[in-house]
């Protein structure tokens, strides 16, 4: 199965090289990698045994942020692959990841999610490191060992867009991310929302990714205000809260008025940049 490899990408070129050092060293590499740079019209080189295709995209003034979902969508309509694996600048792939993707999506079709590590620390070496470092070097997520893996699921709350796979038919036909939802939170969510709508199952496969270390906001006060709003389109569209445990930690900081039961969240005041400095973590995730 020939498949090409989506990655959407703002001056992160460190973790973009490594990316692409695993795609190298994949036990089945893609057709290409499709590479989109978010407001980075002239970013560092990179160096990819496998066809690059690049792409430039600038922000629009309807967006807050950087346009994750329409970039997504402008990698995948670019694609000249029949299958496509979306993947997070952040991830490494493991050796066997894009094999086990692809025999996912032909056993199962749909959405097949690889199986995040975190890495605990930023990788110092020059050369980066196989599986075996890798693995020892990263734990996983503890949400992730909810799902049951290699099987179709219901759980689609639990699809996060950083690395999976799906026919470009299936993603044509459930219509790409939806660019109502700008900058950070919720987009995967309604994705995955959407495909179950067309009935297209999610798969949680065993096929290892390793997210690469950078701080966090834990919660994300530095994406406040897109997560509220983002969270206020989702309820709309789905009749769901989606995000609800960081929407419950804005609630206890006094910055929002939210009960999960009610159909609308208020405002009350956006965090200071001394509550998000201190928001600042160094955890693997």
């Known amino acids: 199965m020939d498949f090409s490899v989506l ?3 703002h001056r992160r070129t460190g973790h973009l090289q490594r990316l692409l050092d695993g795609v190298q060293a994949s036990s089945w590499r893609p057709q290409e990698v499709v590479v989109v740079y978010m407001d980075d019209p002239q970013p560092d080189p990179v160096s990819c045994q496998v066809p690059l295709q690049v792409i430039h995209l600038q922000s629009g003034p309807e967006d807050r942020g950087l346009p994750l979902a329409r970039a997504r969508n402008t990698a995948a309509h670019h694609a000249r692959s029949e299958h496509l694996v979306f993947l997070d600048v952040d991830c490494i792939p493991s050796m066997p990841a894009f094999s086990l993707l692809m025999r996912g999506l032909k056993e199962h079709a749909g959405l097949v999610m690889a199986s995040p590590r975190y890495l605990r620390a930023a990788l110092q070496e020059v050369a980066t490191p196989g599986d075996t470092t890798l ?7 503890h949400l992730r060992q909810t799902v049951a893996q290699n099987k179709p699921s219901d759980r689609y709350e639990m699809f996060w867009s950083l690395g999976f796979a799906i026919h470009a038919a299936d993603f044509q036909r459930i219509g790409g991310f939806s660019t109502a939802y700008t900058g950070y939170g919720a987009e995967d969510t309604d994705f995955a929302f959407t495909a179950r709508d067309h009935g297209l199952p999610v798969v949680f496969s065993d096929a290892t990714v390793f ?4 701080g966090v906001c834990k919660p994300p006060l530095n994406h406040f205000a897109a997560i509220v709003e983002n969270a206020k389109i989702f309820r709309e569209r789905w009749g769901v809260w989606p995000m609800e445990g960081w929407l ?3 609630t206890q900081r006094g910055l929002i008025d939210f009960d999960p ?11 200071t940049s001394r509550e998000v400095q201190e928001a600042y973590s160094e955890v693997a995730y």
């Open 7 to 9: 990655v959407i990408a």
């Open 135 to 141: 693995r020892e070097l990263s734990v996983a997520h």
């Open 211 to 214: 997210h690469q270390h950078h």
């Open 248 to 250: 419950h930690a804005f």
């Open 261 to 271: 039961g009610c159909p609308t969240l208020h405002v009350i005041r956006e965090p």
